[in-house]
Every structure is written in C-alpha cells, then in structure tokens.
C-alpha cells in the first residue's frame, strides 16, 4: 500500500530519561494511506534522509516496515 508522508517531526518523548549514547535519534512520520487514514510509526532519522524521504513523498513499508520511496 502506498502512503503519503504528511509530516516528519523530531521524537522528543523519551519517557523519563534522555535519549541514550549511541541510541539512534527517531523520528515520527505522519502518513494518510490510500483511503485517507492517518496513522503514525517512529521511524530512524538517518534512514530518512539516506533514502531522501521528506514531507509530499509517497512512500511504501518494506519487509521490515521500513519506510521507502513508493513508485
């Protein structure tokens, strides 16, 4: 199923500690799917910029339900 990224934002709960040393910054991903449902997934930073995913982009999970771009 494709999706469409509606907005990125930066994870900033981390409950009642900090985000750990080497822990990987995340962020949450707000996506409307083919019928017009929103729904939400935390998702690694770096990994959305590595496959040049941004606000517009459609995009699709993959086997790991990772995001990546859709065709």
């Known amino acids: 199923m494709l999706?469409?990224?509606l907005?990125?934002?930066e994870d900033i709960d981390f409950?009642?500690?900090?985000r750990q040393p080497g822990e990987a910054l995340m962020s949450v991903v707000i996506l409307e799917d083919?019928?017009?449902?929103e729904m939400s997934?935390?998702?690694?930073?770096?990994?959305?910029y590595?496959?040049?995913?941004n606000?517009?982009?459609m995009v699709m999970l993959d086997e790991?339900?990772?995001?990546?771009k859709g065709n």
């Open 3 to 5: 999706y469409k990224v």
């Open 7 to 9: 907005r990125i934002e």
């Open 15 to 18: 409950g009642c500690e900090e």
């Open 34 to 37: 083919e019928n017009g449902r």
């Open 41 to 48: 997934l935390r998702h690694d930073d770096r990994l959305l």
């Open 50 to 53: 590595e496959r040049d995913i």
């Open 55 to 57: 606000e517009g982009d």
């Open 64 to 68: 790991k339900n990772e995001l990546k």
